[in-house]
């Protein structure tokens, strides 16, 4: 099954309903600021709508185009008639649309709110007065107040501070975000929507008893999109959920079943979990009883990966529910899924498999009459398996009609066509190149970011165009290059059938068993080209718990692009001095016992490094100390938790550094050349001992992020190089009329959680660390006036805003939101 078009009839993923006089100013402003930090559309009125009692056309629409209504409940909300107007229009696109609505009780009783007492039944007097002749207005209005009392939301009173409010309310809203991310509306998808229809009848929803629904049916039918397709639709029905994609392949890595385990239960329940034991201890068991749990297992081929991953079938809370993909019905018969609740996946009807394969062969759903009797035949082959019509459709694209006869007659050819017989047509016609880079993602680089396999593989974007208008890979939203398993393991056994019996010389292995084989035996040949055997050739090197104190002495890096070696013991990453021209990317990440990096003239090129709790490492890397700035391609660099005492002042040398992590060492100050890293965006100097900061922060023009959480002897904060007298409101003002905040444009962060002398030591020290903030937003707002003033409405300063945030122990917050 696949998808021809995908669209969202949702304008805003987020829209706010607030009494402007209660919280507009304070509680929703920082609300809004924290949804536009994560990137959430969210619609937020200007007080120039609210013009009478009825809602307008724009707010109406807002109100109907949103995924996800917050009501802020303050208490004067229900004096508001156009809150109320607005309350009863949110209701109704829950009610028909399936709107998702979170209601906020704001410094108000929800009791008083469910039963309209206190403030609630003070306005509500006044209402029945007005509208005497009317009563049945007030009493929607009283409806919608006691529905919406009774929706799950959050009380004000119940979690403090506020900015802790704030981050839950974020947090619960990108959950709901994401189980809802893909649209119900399943057009696109050819023979999709009856199939989702009869699945969810089995799951039957809504009964309390715990029920297992099996999806079983050759591979390429579609039985991940099925599963995928109905999580998305229900899943934010359920308190706990997981969808474990390829439990199969999952299982054979070096994690085995244990990490797969933790993997589900840390999604179902929102938290990190570690249970290396064979059975889960009590107290887990009683959680998870008391929750409804919806939980996918896709591809699934043993027994065992269910017994091990649900743990025993009366763990789950009332309602909850299991859905298993397999090739294989005789698991589901073992496991006792009743035959009652297993959804066998046939393929596609005739006149579906038409559309879908015309859809990729004509990119419409109808065929030119010259081929019409040749695309029957090609259709018959592919005997209605999605995966097929779509691999062969999109060979056949732009095709003459001769390549189509010619086509014909290689799959006439198949004696008994499987689907490997099929898909291999696509194959066999693409250049030797194209044919590498398929093998090489086969087997090694399916779900990975496209851009770090074009830099390790070197190879062009049109290359991987080709795989993808063949319909052999795909990309996904978050740019991870995707392959079908069918075509995976066609991939691979093209590999294991080069050399059937002997491993070693194969030109590529991916299975950590033959993989420790081979270096067991040192049985490896100048044909692997794959993970852990380490020729000349070598570009991608992952191991994880590397068991060695250096890579292998004859090991020449002169192709090394990106070296992984996390959890290892490695002391230094080779003997002597090498050269690694090409070397990219170098996480060695809670190596403990890692004394010592490489020489700058070994490394020139390295753009990423991550040391993150290497903790034998306990100063600065010597070999940043260089003189001819060899360093200067670094960008991001990690090290964080490694008990540094000390930064150099030759920092500077790292000149295209953007992202700096030096969170939880022993700094009691920074160097003055800090101000020197002109392109820094991000720097984490959290849980470390500072006790001032230099003046030459003020300096980074690019910083976005500054984290300095827990440095509890940190006593004042820099000077800033423009200090105006005092805010002047106006400014404010003209603003308001000429900008207004989205999700889309750029924020800068900067926290001092429980920096603790900021408290300690005196009032004069906190007041002047709160104006200084205070100037540099001034200054920020001026300069945004002077754009406005001219109209140099083109002015990229007019398209960023900056967020200040400085929270003391005390409760004090100061948060200034600047439109720059």
Same mark, same amino acid.
């Given at each position: ?335 006792? /899924? =009743?035959?009652?609740?297993?959804? #066998?996946?046939?393929?596609? !009807?005739?006149?579906?498999? $038409?559309?879908?394969? *015309?859809? @990729? ?60 017989? /099929? =898909?291999?047509?696509?194959?066999? #016609?693409?250049?030797?190149? !194209?044919?590498?880079?398929? $093998?090489?993602?086969? *087997?090694? @680089? ?375």
């Amino acid at each position: 099954m696949a998808s021809t078009s995908s669209s969202s009839s949702c304008k805003y993923d987020v829209f706010l309903s607030f009494r402007g006089e209660d919280t507009r100013d304070n509680f929703t402003s920082r609300l809004h600021a924290a949804l536009c930090r994560k990137k959430i559309n969210t619609f937020i009125d200007d007080e120039e709508l609210r013009r009478g009692d009825c809602i307008s056309p724009a707010i109406f629409d807002a109100i109907q185009g949103s995924k996800i209504s917050v009501i802020i409940l303050s208490k004067d909300y229900a004096s508001s008639k156009w809150c109320l107007n607005e309350l009863v229009k949110i209701l109704e696109c829950k009610s028909m649309n399936g709107q998702m609505v979170v209601p906020v009780f704001y410094h108000v009783d929800p009791s008083d709110v469910r039963k309209q007492n206190g403030t609630f039944g003070d306005a509500f007097v006044k209402h029945e007065k007005q509208f005497k002749d009317v009563p049945e207005k007030v009493q929607k209005w009283r409806a919608a107040l006691t529905e919406a009392s009774n929706l799950s939301g959050w009380d004000s009173m119940n979690i403090r501070p506020e900015a802790k409010l704030v981050d839950e309310i974020i947090n619960d809203i990108l959950k709901k975000l994401k189980a809802r991310s893909f649209s119900s509306d399943f057009n696109g998808f050819v023979g999709l929507n009856s199939r989702i229809e009869e699945i969810k009848s089995l799951l039957c929803i809504g009964l309390p008893d715990f029920r297992i629904v099996g999806i079983w049916g050759m591979g390429g039918t579609g039985k991940t999109t099925l599963a995928g397709a109905i999580f998305n639709l229900i899943s934010w029905e359920f308190e706990g959920k997981c969808f474990m994609a390829n439990v199969r392949e999952e299982s054979e890595k070096g994690g085995g079943l244990v990490h797969l385990r933790e993997q589900v239960l840390s999604e179902v329940l929102d938290e990190n979990i570690k249970i290396r034991t064979p059975d889960l201890p009590k107290y887990m068991r009683e959680r998870l009883q008391q929750m409804k749990i919806f939980i996918v297992l896709d591809d699934v081929n043993k027994v065992r990966q269910l017994e091990y991953l649900t743990g025993g079938l009366d763990q789950f809370g009332p309602g909850s529910r299991l859905i298993i993909t397999t090739r294989d019905k005789q698991v589901l018969d073992d496991f006792g /899924v =009743l035959n009652t609740n297993i959804y #066998e996946v046939n393929g596609l !009807e005739y006149h579906e498999a $038409l559309e879908l394969f *015309c859809n @990729f062969a004509f990119k419409h759903d109808y065929c030119l009459d010259d081929l019409l009797v040749l695309l029957e035949h090609v259709v018959k082959y592919a005997n209605g398996n999605p995966l097929a019509l779509r691999v062969l459709g999109s060979f056949l694209h732009q095709k003459s009609k001769l390549e189509w006869e010619n086509a014909l007659e290689n799959l006439k050819m198949i004696s008994d066509p499987n689907i490997y017989d /099929v =898909l291999k047509i696509s194959y066999n #016609e693409l250049k030797s190149e !194209e044919k590498n880079i398929f $093998l090489d993602i086969a *087997c090694f @680089f399916a779900g990975e970011d496209k851009d770090f396999v074009l830099r390790i593989l070197e190879v062009s974007n049109c290359v991987l165009n080709v795989l993808v208008n063949k319909s052999l890979i795909t990309l996904s939203y978050s740019n991870k290059l995707q392959m079908h398993d069918l075509l995976q393991e066609m991939g691979r056994e093209i590999v294991r059938q080069e050399f059937v019996k002997e491993p070693g010389k194969r030109s590529r292995l991916w299975y950590h068993e033959d993989v420790y084989h081979v270096l067991k035996k040192n049985k490896g040949t100048d044909a692997i080209e794959g993970l852990e055997y380490l020729p000349e050739e070598l570009r991608y090197l992952h191991w994880h718990e590397y068991p060695l104190k250096t890579l292998p002495s004859n090991f020449e890096p002169e192709n090394l692009i990106e070296l992984n070696l996390p959890y290892g013991k490695v002391e230094q990453i080779w003997e002597g001095e090498k050269e690694a021209l090409k070397l990219k990317s170098v996480d060695l990440h809670h190596s403990d016992n890692l004394t010592r990096m490489l020489e700058p003239s070994e490394i020139p090129n390295l753009e990423r490094i991550n040391l993150s709790n290497c903790k034998s490492l306990s100063y600065f890397p010597l070999y940043f100390h260089n003189v001819n700035n060899m360093l200067s391609r670094v960008v991001r660099l990690d090290l964080s938790y490694c008990a540094i005492m000390e930064i150099p002042q030759d920092i500077d040398c790292l000149s295209s550094l953007k992202e700096l992590n030096l969170r939880g060492n022993n700094f009691r100050s920074l160097p003055a050349s800090i101000g020197s890293l002109s392109s820094l965006t991000r720097m984490n100097l959290v849980e470390n001992k500072l006790e001032s900061l230099p003046a030459s922060i003020g300096c980074l023009s690019s910083l976005e992020s500054l984290h300095l959480t827990r440095n509890n002897l940190l006593q004042s904060l820099p000077e800033v190089p423009s200090c105006p007298e005092e805010l002047d409101t106006s400014i404010l003002e003209s603003l308001s009329k000429h900008f207004q905040l989205t999700a889309s444009r750029k924020l800068t962060y900067f926290m001092f959680t429980n920096c603790l002398k900021l408290n300690k030591s005196g009032n004069n020290i906190l007041v002047d660390s709160q104006q200084r903030i205070q100037h540099m937003v001034v200054a920020l707002l001026r300069q945004f006036q002077q754009k406005i003033q001219h109209k140099d409405f083109n002015d990229p300063l007019l398209f960023n805003f900056v967020y200040l945030e400085v929270k003391f122990l005390t409760g004090l917050a100061i948060k200034v939101l600047a439109h720059q």
